[in-house]
């Protein structure tokens, strides 16, 4: 009789360890998706969208020139001359 997708063991324990134990598929799928939840970059959070925008490149090279968070600096200013 075939065991059940979630008690099939899917890492067997290392009989030389003590503490270790085994892993039953269920677990490890929900292990693997845990993860995959937590990688890559944080949500940015609300209200904000990436966007592809040309600018002329003396506007943007000023706007590099005043050092770390230029991209901020650029949605103040677009959002001081939204009418």
Same mark, same amino acid.
């Given at each position: 009789m &075939? !065991?059940? %997708?979630n008690t099939t063991i899917a890492? %067997? &324990?290392d009989p030389s360890d %003590? @503490? @270790?134990f085994d892993v039953t598929e269920k677990a490890l799928q929900h292990g693997l998706a845990e993860r995959r939840k937590r990688m890559g970059r944080p %949500?940015? /959070?609300p209200g904000k969208e990436q966007v592809t925008l040309r600018l002329d490149v003396d506007v943007l090279a000023k706007f590099r020139a $005043? /050092? &770390?968070g230029w991209q $901020? =600096?650029?949605n103040d200013a677009? =959002? !001081?001359a939204q009418p």
């Open positions: &075939a !065991r059940k %997708p890492i %067997p &324990a %003590p @503490d @270790d %949500p940015s /959070g $005043t /050092g &770390a $901020t =600096r650029v677009l =959002r !001081r």
